[in-house]
């Protein structure tokens, strides 16, 4: 099975940019499809953004525009970058991975977004 360490996660103001990252071990990344999400406090885990093993990407409506994400499956590592970032964006930001026809099964240990206004 896969392992996923996320790391990137900071503090930044309004407005500003980060890039998460995402490595993968045990599995190649390839084999998956991999997601970020992310959790607020006294919020449930949301859905932010997914890239789809055979190619192609989807978002949630709250980031569309925003925040690109991205895979280099030769460094076995997906990426989220974040930019024009906003208050609601801080969160506990989770990397995920699944197979077809599966619930995300596998998930990093998460890294801590602040946006400060």
């Known amino acids: 099975q896969v392992q996923l360490v996320e790391s990137g996660g900071g503090l930044v103001q309004t407005g500003g940019s980060l890039r998460l990252s995402c490595a993968a071990s045990?599995?190649?990344?390839?084999?998956?499809?991999m997601g970020w999400f992310r959790q607020a406090p006294g919020k449930e885990r949301e859905f932010v953004a997914a890239?789809?093993?055979?190619?192609?990407?989807g978002y949630a409506d709250s980031v569309q525009g925003r925040f690109t994400i991205s895979r280099d499956n030769t460094q076995n590592t997906v990426y989220l970058r974040m930019n024009s970032l906003k208050p609601e964006d801080t969160a506990v930001y989770y990397c995920?991975?699944?197979?077809?026809?599966?619930?995300?099964?596998?998930w990093g240990q998460g890294t801590q977004v602040t946006v400060s206004s």
């Open positions: 045990g599995r190649t990344l390839s084999s998956y499809h």
């Open positions: 890239s789809w093993r055979g190619g192609g990407a």
């Open positions: 995920a991975a699944k197979v077809l026809g599966r619930t995300w099964d596998y």
